[in-house]
């Protein structure tokens, strides 16, 4: 997906060397790797977040505080708490930038490289770049084991730092200084690659971090990866317009590589164009303005009934940058039409053939402008728009209805809280969300009016994304105010980037929901027939259930405790303005806030499409069984598209 990179001649002859040890030359060559497209370029590796252990403290560690004495904007060195908190902040900055920027990690060897992994996963499954380097054993092995090694008798070339082979879309170990050349320029192209992109790992033997070698001048040449947009093959794209042009009820489907690719301009004029509605993935929300005449809202099992509705209907349906998902297709349900086709726009091929749909393999962006022009004078029948339309209006009317809060002196629901964030924040505001119920009230319920407003992470639904993400995405846009959505779940698995956030004077707005538990899985607990069994944060009772009365437990109290200002509003009128509060401080600030349920004569806002959770096919529980009958039920509507 590039073409080859720019290097500036370095000074003096092909042959000059500079003499630095492994860990010197890495952060020098990260100095000067840069990204280009479309005219604009921007430093490739802007940062590196790093704890020191023995395994990197005199390699990179030393590296990194030497480049700084020489030039502070070498490579800025960010103190994290937790280096999978490290790994969400710079997958945070990286989406934000639009993956056209990152961040580099580094880590003792041991607990510290492994803890890694759940970080790698999560950007590897998004797309998002993020460099890895972690430290590991010794390559000459004076002392076999070492202080944390993993010893694998039967492979003396493993570490624990193998365990991020499979979650890394590139590995390599460099066992000899001279390794780094080859690897480094690997790591760049993977990290640029819009296809292969994802989380890039370069394991660092702590003794080889500080072996000097006589390092080629050209290694250190600034070097620019143009990222270009690659055009659709023209079959394809005749193959693809012959089908829309052909289609009564079309529906466009928008996924995060609408955002990646910067085409939101375009799906709004085809959209404009030929009256083609778009619902939107989790990954692809804000690709439209939330009241555009096309716009339907979240497709899928945390979608809106509108958008369901379309897709049921829906005789072609055109996947713009989307992996096409279980909770976007509703496990294998969603598209009913018995003659429905696929067409699918994305750069990744493995991504284009998907639900033996007519692939076209190209830049988002360049394969929407190129189909508004090939589709020509065609518009959807006014009776799709119709349809279409009138759905959408009656959802938004029941919307409205669970997101009022007349009575600003009673505490508010989720949907009321955010409603009252969606009402306050400005358009340039970013939402910050992964885990828990949330994700789906965002996804059914958040208007967004700016097309980076919405950052939801749902590939890999990582509870602990949200505050240090947030870290990133106000690292990346300084100008904008940073909303931090979690649940007290959440935030007990990773509060410690709070300190972070104190220590650099980043401003973000953590919005902590206390529900006492896992609210999200107690309700997927009790739908699957397993009774919300161990999802409430209460003591025990006699019979062995966590039944008893909440936890003692002040999550207000602990924040502030980490140095953030705590605003604690109890009822919807203190819950405004807190959030008003919250935008104006100048430092970082959370708002702590019980909700409680809707009330009862509120109508659910439903999605009506199912999501696949195996259901036990024999038990003694009346409710496992009838959790079972209705799993039945729903698998039958579960086919492949052939």
């Avoid at 053939?353 to 189909?371: C, F, N, S, T, Y």
């Avoid at 959370?590 to 999605?607: F, N, Q, R």
Wanted: with cysteine; net charge negative; glycine share 8%.
């Amino acid at each position: 997906m590039l073409t080859p990179p720019d290097t500036t001649p370095a000074t003096g002859s092909p042959a000059s060397t500079v003499r630095l040890t492994t860990a010197q030359a890495l952060v020098r060559f990260l100095s000067c790797q840069y990204t280009e497209r479309d005219g604009h370029r921007q430093r490739l590796i802007t940062a590196c977040w790093g704890i020191f252990g023995h395994g990197n403290v005199a390699g990179l560690g030393q590296a990194l505080v030497e480049a700084a004495a020489q030039d502070p904007a070498c490579l800025p060195f960010l103190q994290g708490r937790n280096e999978q908190s490290m790994v969400h902040a710079a997958v945070g900055y990286a989406r934000q930038s639009g993956r056209l920027s990152t961040h580099a990690v580094t880590t003792s060897i041991g607990p510290g490289a492994t803890n890694l992994v759940t970080g790698a996963a999560l950007a590897t499954i998004n797309r998002i770049p993020v460099l890895l380097l972690p430290g590991d054993v010794f390559a000459g092995r004076p002392a076999d084991p070492v202080l944390q090694q993993l010893e694998t008798p039967w492979a003396g070339d493993v570490s624990v730092n193998d365990t991020l082979r499979p979650v890394s879309r590139f590995f390599d170990r460099i066992w000899r200084p001279e390794m780094l050349i080859p690897a480094a320029l690997q790591a760049m192209r993977v990290l640029t690659d819009p296809v292969d992109t994802g989380a890039v790992t370069l394991a660092l033997p702590q003794d080889v971090q500080a072996q000097a070698h006589d390092w080629p001048a050209e290694f250190f040449a600034d070097r620019v990866w143009h990222i270009r947009r690659p055009q659709p093959d023209l079959g394809e794209l005749e193959r693809a317009v012959r089908l829309v042009s052909a289609a009564e009820r079309p529906l466009i489907v928008a996924g995060g590589g609408v955002h990646h690719s910067d085409a939101e301009d375009a799906l709004r004029a085809l959209a404009d164009a030929t009256g083609i509605p778009v619902a939107e993935t989790q990954a692809g929300r804000g690709a439209l303005d939330w009241d555009h005449p096309c716009a339907l809202g979240g497709l899928g099992h945390t979608g809106t009934a509108a958008a369901n509705a379309v897709a049921r209907r829906a005789d072609v349906v055109i996947g713009v940058g989307t992996r096409w998902s279980d909770f976007t297709t509703a496990s294998a349900t969603l598209f009913a039409e018995p003659g429905v086709r696929f067409v699918n726009v994305n750069v990744a091929a493995s991504d284009g053939h998907k639900l033996a749909g007519q692939p076209l393999i190209a830049d988002a962006r360049v394969a929407l402008e190129a189909l508004t022009a090939r589709l020509g004078t065609y518009r959807v029948p006014e009776s799709h728009r119709t349809q279409y339309s009138d759905g959408v209006a009656r959802w938004q009317r029941a919307v409205d209805e669970a997101v009022a809060a007349p009575d600003g002196n009673r505490p508010p629901t989720q949907a009321q809280l955010l409603g009252i964030l969606g009402e306050l924040m400005e358009p340039t505001d970013v939402v910050v969300n992964a885990a828990g119920s949330m994700p789906g009230d965002l996804h059914r319920l958040w208007r967004p009016r700016e097309r980076r407003q919405y950052h939801v992470e749902y590939g890999y639904s990582c509870m602990g994304y949200e505050i240090p993400a947030a870290l990133g995405v106000r690292l990346a846009a300084p100008e904008r105010e940073v909303f931090a959505l979690v649940g007290d779940g959440t935030y007990l698995m990773m509060p410690t980037e709070l300190v972070t956030a104190v220590q650099e004077g980043i401003k973000i707005i953590p919005v902590l929901v206390q529900n006492h538990g896992y609210a999200s899985i107690g309700a997927l607990s009790e739908s699957v027939g397993a009774e919300r069994y161990g999802t409430d944060y209460r003591f025990r009772t006699a019979d062995g259930r966590y039944a008893g009365p909440p936890l003692p437990v002040d999550l207000a109290a602990n924040m502030e405790s980490l140095g953030v200002d705590v605003l604690c509003p109890r009822t919807v009128a203190e819950l405004r303005q807190a959030v008003l509060d919250a935008r104006k401080a100048e430092r970082p600030t959370a708002i702590y806030v019980e909700t409680v349920p809707p009330a009862p004569d509120l109508p659910a806002l439903e999605s009506h499409a199912w999501w696949e959770v195996a259901v036990a096919e024999v038990s003694a529980s009346p409710a496992a069984r009838e959790a079972r009958e209705r799993y039945e039920t729903e698998r039958r509507a579960q086919r492949r598209h052939l």
